[in-house]
């Protein structure tokens, strides 16, 4: 399966998703980094990457946990493949940039940290225009499930942290009032590194975005898991529930550099 991305896909995640880290749109801050163009969304690739898992998967539920090794550019040829086993990877001229290990699917109970929020309107729009988007693109339509953990991670981005949390983030990374990740990403360098999805029977039995309008998003509190002199590392969780059963869960992690 042969991938490639434009501009235009960058901006398309970007208006649904709320992903504007200045990586993916400044080209001087991405070459201060070493890089030879600004980097697409991570989140953008393993769209493909998640519809290539939903063949593999065949309807059965499961988890998967994605390791983000390398940046991907526009305009270049990308392939997605399956190793017959329980990985799939994004991968170019041999070097593996998105890599997805397969494991069996593991229940779990409703996350109650931040509470919840009913997905509303608005939310079930934005799915609506850029799953169609992506369906004209690609010629094909992306997985529903694959919609849905699309639609947690938008709720990463566009939802604000416990004070004392960010209180604390802005002391480690060495830059006051930070409030959303991409008040993070806007004064420093910040990567997702790694995403666990766990998808359960329920999710992959969604037959249309606007099912969507009748669940409800459980929001963890975010955490702190690693701090040193370089980088500070974060985790966020945000489950899709129905009925106070979770039906699907992501787990994201972001890398900072620190000032």
């Not at 309107?121 to 369906?135: G, K, P």
């Not at 010629?139 to 947690?152: I, N, V």
Request: overall charge negative.
């Amino acid at each position: 399966m042969m991938v490639r991305y434009s501009a235009h896909d960058v901006e398309k995640w970007a208006a649904f998703s709320g992903d504007y880290n200045p990586i993916h749109f400044d080209k001087g801050m991405a070459s201060s980094y070493g890089m030879t163009a600004c980097p697409i969304q991570g989140m953008l690739a393993l769209a493909d990457v998640k519809n290539k898992i939903s063949d593999v998967v065949q309807g059965k539920p499961f988890s998967a946990h994605i390791s983000f090794r390398d940046y991907i550019v526009p305009d270049t040829d990308y392939e997605i493949s399956w190793d017959g086993k329980r990985t799939v990877t994004l991968h170019r001229d041999g070097q593996k940039l998105i890599t997805a290990r397969l494991k069996d699917y593991v229940p779990e109970q409703p996350e109650t940290g931040l509470g919840k929020v009913s997905t509303d309107a608005q939310m079930i729009t934005c799915l609506d225009e850029f799953a169609h988007y992506r369906a004209e693109e690609r010629k094909h339509p992306d997985a529903l499930w694959s919609l849905g953990d699309s639609l947690l991670f938008r709720d990463i981005f566009n939802t604000e942290s416990p004070r004392e949390f960010t209180r604390d983030l802005s002391a480690k990374v060495g830059v006051s009032g930070l409030e959303t990740i991409n008040d993070v990403m806007s004064v420093s360098l910040a990567v997702q590194t790694n995403h666990t999805i766990n998808v359960s029977e329920q999710a992959l039995n969604i037959s249309s975005v606007k099912q969507f309008s009748g669940f409800s998003i459980n929001r963890g509190h975010p955490s702190l898991v690693l701090i040193d002199e370089e980088k500070v590392v974060i985790e966020f969780l945000v489950q899709l529930v129905s009925d106070n059963a979770v039906t699907m869960s992501s787990k994201s992690t972001v890398l900072i550099k620190r000032k």
